[in-house]
């Protein structure tokens, strides 16, 4: 007996030290997360009453979560969205799906005003530190979550980290966007390839008769 509860406690010491050490594994974003199914999104805005929409989809009059909505071509969109006020104002936010199965969300993106730059900083430094300042063709950028790779400018996205946070300014608006690096390369090769079969003119059924 004195043997198994020394065993439990052992145990139990483990697995607390491994949730301490262990790094985050998805970002949130107002009621979402990266990692997320698209049935976990769907319930998340039944949940939450959020008005959720195929991307680019008039939003109208919706006010809150709309089962109507939720059809066939909802569960197959590679982004919906939902408008809802943060800083003040009215606030886009786009969340994209994988289309390899299980889908899930790969990146969150928040569109502001470019007048709320200061106030992101401010907030999104005072939670995740000072960021760092990446070139990102031209816009003023800065990322949360690791530094760019330093042998290229324009790769700012290194294969062995996860997530990560960029706030890109232009003169009209701030594009804030919480990226699960390893889904999205896997969306990204997805669509390489669909890419290169619509290029052949041919489909993988095809080859199949040959």
Not at 142 to 150: E, I, L, S, V
Not at 181 to 202: C, G, M, T, V
């Amino acid at each position: 007996m004195k043997r198994l509860c020394n065993f439990i406690i052992s145990f139990t010491f483990i697995v607390i030290m491994l949730l301490i050490a262990s790094p985050a594994i998805a970002l949130e974003f107002d009621d979402f997360h990266t990692g997320m199914t698209m049935s976990e999104v769907v319930a998340m805005g039944r949940k939450k009453d959020v008005p959720l929409v195929i991307s680019g989809s008039p939003a109208g009059n919706i006010k809150g979560f709309n089962e109507r909505l939720i059809d066939k071509n909802f569960l197959n969109a590679s982004a919906i969205e939902y408008t809802s006020k943060l800083l003040g104002v009215n606030t886009r936010i786009t969340l994209k799906m994988t289309s390899v199965e299980p889908r899930k969300l790969y990146e969150i993106e928040a569109r502001f005003p470019s007048s709320k730059k200061s106030e992101l900083l401010e907030i999104l430094t005072g939670k995740y530190s000072i960021p760092s300042t990446p070139y990102f063709k031209g816009l003023k950028a800065y990322q949360w979550g690791f530094k760019p790779d330093k042998g290229s400018k324009e790769d700012i996205l290194p294969i062995e980290n996860t997530l990560v946070i960029l706030l890109l300014n232009d003169s009209f608006y701030n594009y804030l966007t919480y990226t699960d690096i390893k889904l999205k390369e896997i969306e990204l090769k997805q669509k390489s390839h669909n890419n290169k079969i619509e290029e052949r003119n041919y489909t993988p059924e095809d080859t199949k008769r040959f």
